[in-house]
């Protein structure tokens, strides 16, 4: 068993890099595809992709950015991402994320399709010692992108995105049609797993489609989290819905229970979208997005 173990492994290393991207963003980032139910778990500064059936699809090889040793110069973040967000960092290694929950309703379809793609989402988010995000997990309403991956429609999903430009793992599923109509209600959940490992486990999935895409996503530190819009491609208002987008009833519970926080707004400078805290706080939060003018 052990050599078997052994062989295998010595297999799988030739083949680290199994997945072929199935397609890429309009910037340029591969975009991979695994089943339902995939966990990614941290290995050293690689991100390991198990499928179901327990057999190492893909490595993301040095995702995760080093320790920074003390006393040495910080990073300047890298910002290629355009991003409107409500975040809250959250440091206390003995009270950490137990869920992210929220609600809205699928918005009117953008009358203009140019390959843009737009993200909906709230995500789990792993950042590096300066507290510059690499990773975030999410349970997505996605609007756009190549035929392969979306199109002019809105689909949802459940995706691991490495930042900057690490690119971002998808979940395919036959079984699963992930197309969402106009003013469909959706409720998502980011889930902590505690699996008595040193890992922080997050299960990123659907409450209103519990049969839609799952994925687990381990870290080796705590993570924060943030709500709201990425996109890419976006170069006039008519790529936007129409009208803003709520997260309506968006939760967050910490292991003492609802955290006092009030959400850090940003604004994505290359569209002009933003984001509002209508209601503020950690229970029954409002955060809408607002997509310029
Ligand atoms: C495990 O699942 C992967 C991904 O679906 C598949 O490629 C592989 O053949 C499966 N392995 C076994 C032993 O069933
Ligand atoms: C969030 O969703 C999960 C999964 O449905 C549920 O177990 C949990 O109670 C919810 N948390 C809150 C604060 O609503
Ligand atoms: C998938 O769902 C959408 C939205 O409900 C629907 O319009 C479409 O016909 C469905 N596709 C298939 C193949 O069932």
Redesign the pocket.
Known sequence: MFFLRCLLAALVSHTALALTPVGHTPSGKPIYVA?SGSRVKPVGRNMEVF???G?L?HTFVNVIPPTVTKGSHALAPRQTLSLAQATTPLTDPTNILESLNTSYTVPSAPTNFESQVIYLSANVVASDDNGVPFGMLRAVLQYGATSFWGGPYWTINTELEFLPDGGTLSISDPNFNNTVAVGTAISTSLVHMDEGDDIFWYAAGFDTAPEAPRLEVGWSTPVSVAVGLEEEGVTQRSSYPAESFTFSQTSLTLTNGAPKISWDLSSDPSTGAYITADVDGSENAELSVHFGN
Do not use: H, M, V
């Open positions: 089943p499928a179901p059936n057999s699809i």
